[in-house]
C-alpha cells in the first residue's frame, strides 16, 4: 500500500489539508473587500451548516425552509455543497471509525425531525435522504416564491 495512502501499520494516512493553505498565505496581508455580500458568489457548505443549525424545526419540510430562507437573505448567487458519501472511500471508513448512528426513514418534508439531530447526522444514508428532502423542497412551488 502506498505511504500516501496508509501507514506500514495498517492505518490511514491522514492529512490536515487547512495546514497547506496557511502556507500558501502565510506572507500575505488580508485585504479590505467592501463589497455588498448580494454581489458576491457564496458558496455554502451544506455538511457544516446541517450540525450548526439552532432552533432547528420540528419537520424537516420547516428544515428545508428554514435553510433555504436563511440562505438566499444573505446572497443572490449560492452554490449549497455537500459531502458524496461513496461506500469504502477512505472519507466513510473514517466517518465508520468515529461511529454511526441509527439509520432513520426520512419519508418528506412532513416526516419528524429526530430528537438527538446530532446523532441523525452520524449515518451518511440519513444525510443523503437529508439532502434529498432540501432538493426536493427547493424545486417545489412554495420555495419558488423565496427563490425570485
Not at 69 to 75: F, L
Not at 108 to 130: A, I, V, Y
Request: net charge negative; hydrophobic share 35%.
Amino acid at each position: 500500500m502506498p505511504y500516501s495512502i496508509g501507514l506500514a501499520d495498517g492505518f490511514l494516512a491522514k492529512t490536515d489539508r487547512s495546514k497547506g493553505l496557511y502556507h500558501i498565505v502565510k506572507d500575505i496581508d488580508d485585504s479590505d473587500l467592501s463589497v455588498n455580500p448580494r454581489d458576491c458568489m457564496i458558496i455554502e457548505d451544506g455538511n457544516a451548516l446541517f450540525h450548526c443549525l439552532q432552533e432547528i424545526p420540528s419537520s424537516f419540510g420547516n428544515i428545508a425552509h428554514k435553510i433555504l430562507s436563511s440562505i438566499v437573505e444573505h446572497a443572490s448567487h449560492v452554490i449549497f455543497s455537500t459531502d458524496m458519501y461513496s461506500e469504502n472511500s477512505i472519507k466513510s471508513v473514517e466517518r465508520i471509525r468515529r461511529g454511526c448512528g441509527e439509520k432513520l426513514i426520512v419519508s418528506g418534508e412532513k416526516t419528524k425531525r429526530p430528537k438527538d439531530w446530532k446523532s441523525f447526522l452520524t449515518n451518511d444514508d440519513n444525510k443523503k435522504q437529508l439532502v434529498q428532502v432540501l432538493l426536493n423542497s427547493w424545486n417545489s412551488d412554495a420555495s419558488a416564491e423565496l427563490l425570485q
